[in-house]
């Protein structure tokens, strides 16, 4: 059964730092490239960064370049988002997926989703 359970959010000032974690069952990392989204309210859902261990390709939005990285560790079949220099528009939930699409546009055609985890970047 394919699971994939994202942790890590929470509140955090202006600037500061947090990593979220997408740890991942039923599957290997190299089978699917994962992809981290955000949707912030009334907003539409965002891509923000994915990543292919298949062909080593990593994508991030223009929104977050510089700002965030994103990081596997196969042996914990984890994958990490680093978001550093946070702003308060990185406010959203964060969902992490799984699919079979990480290219210059981004993620694309997820098959599986986690249930996401909130991030508020407020003073």
């Known amino acids: 059964q394919v699971q994939l359970v994202e942790s890590g959010g929470g509140l955090v000032q202006p600037g500061g730092s947090l990593r979220l974690s997408c740890a991942v069952s039923?599957?290997?990392?190299?089978?699917?490239?994962i992809g981290w989204f955000r949707q912030a309210p009334g907003k539409e859902r965002e891509g923000v960064s994915c990543i292919s261990s298949s062909d080593g390709t990593t994508y991030y939005a223009d929104s977050v370049k510089g700002r965030f990285t994103i990081s596997e560790d196969n042996a914990k079949n984890t994958v990490y988002l680093q978001m550093n220099s946070l702003k308060p528009e990185d406010t959203a939930v964060y969902y992490c997926a799984a699919g079979f699409i990480c290219s210059g546009s981004g993620p694309r055609g997820m098959d599986y989703w986690g249930k996401g985890t909130l991030v508020t970047v407020s003073s």
């Open positions: 039923g599957f290997t990392l190299d089978y699917y490239a």
